[in-house]
């Protein structure tokens, strides 16, 4: 069964309910590949996990940001869907452990990405071998740190990309209240209680928050995929709508049918077809810089 048939929602109570009904859902993720190595990382000062495995090309990096709403989830509880993008992009990946709201709210999440990104580059990876990837949230703050790294004057990476992303915190997308009944991870009252923890007092319109509202000019080259089903799936438009405006090369495919994080069914035709495109992707943008697919 798919993913997005397998979560029933229920009422938002306190916190560790919130951070429960995200655990259900990494559950449903399923085991990685036995032909993956992880190992504990560390870039600089921010901690994270390694995905590896033969098939990766040397030097070809994805720098990932798990997703479960800023408040759950980590590099070991999302190592399927890692794994499967590695795979099939051919590159080794660093999960990042960022800060998680309540203990560390906005923007300590992006703060850590970019510092991740500044020690990969220090470590003698080019930056166009580096693609900046995420999921849910995790897709959004993607966004966020490419947002970072362009505003800090840094080298950008090869190319960004997202999976089923939170990118609007203002939570305005119509897809909310049209697919509230089709969508079974998440919903709206979740997704509200998730950017109160994690925003405080701050705007929710602010870009490093919600890069929905952000100029993406100077981008590198994006895809982003989520499913016609999910209520993020707005989002995801909204983001190409950004890129567009700014002429920034982009491909935005949402999916018939499908729901949140579809990749992971594995008897799904449009999973294959999804994590091939992402892979593809992935190869080719980092090729410029001469990394060779094994």
């Excluded at 951070?19 to 559950?27: G, H, I, Q």
């Excluded at 209240?177 to 994690?198: G, I, K, M, P, V």
């Excluded at 405080?200 to 100077?218: E, G, H, M, T, V």
């Excluded at 950004?242 to 994080?261: K, N």
Aim: charge should be neutral; aromatic fraction near 8%.
């Amino acid at each position: 069964m798919a993913l997005w048939t397998q979560t029933r929602k229920a009422p938002v109570g306190d916190l560790e309910t919130l951070k429960a009904r995200f655990e259900s859902v990494f559950a449903r993720l399923g085991e990685p590949s036995a032909a993956l190595e992880f190992q504990p990382g560390q870039l600089g000062p921010i901690h994270g996990e390694w995905t590896r495995h033969a098939r990766a090309a040397p030097g070809r990096t994805l720098l990932y940001f798990h997703g479960g709403g800023f408040l759950a989830g980590s590099p070991q509880s999302h190592r399927a869907l890692i794994g499967k993008l590695a795979e099939a992009g051919e590159a080794s990946a660093f999960a990042v452990r960022y800060r998680l709201a309540p203990d560390c709210v906005f923007p300590a999440p992006v703060r850590d990405g970019i510092d991740a990104y500044r020690a990969l580059l220090a470590s003698g990876v080019a930056a166009q071998s580096i693609v900046l990837a995420g999921d849910g949230s995790g897709g959004g703050l993607a966004f966020a740190v490419a947002l970072a790294i362009r505003n800090a004057g840094l080298a950008m990476p090869a190319g960004l990309v997202a999976l089923s992303p939170w990118a609007d915190l203002t939570l305005s997308g119509w897809s909310l209240l049209t697919n509230q009944d089709a969508d079974a991870s998440l919903d709206w009252e979740t997704l509200f209680q998730c950017a109160r923890h994690y925003l405080k007092k701050n705007n929710p319109a602010d870009a490093y928050a919600s890069p929905a509202f952000a100029n993406l000019k100077d981008f590198p080259p994006i895809m982003v995929h989520a499913g016609a089903t999910e209520i993020l799936r707005d989002d995801a438009s909204k983001l190409g709508d950004r890129a567009a405006e700014a002429q920034t090369p982009v491909s935005v495919e949402i999916y018939d049918r499908m729901g949140h994080l579809f990749q992971m069914d594995a008897g799904s035709n449009e999973a294959a077809v999804s994590l091939s495109r992402l892979g593809q992707f992935i190869r080719s943008k980092t090729a410029r810089a001469g990394v060779v697919s094994a």
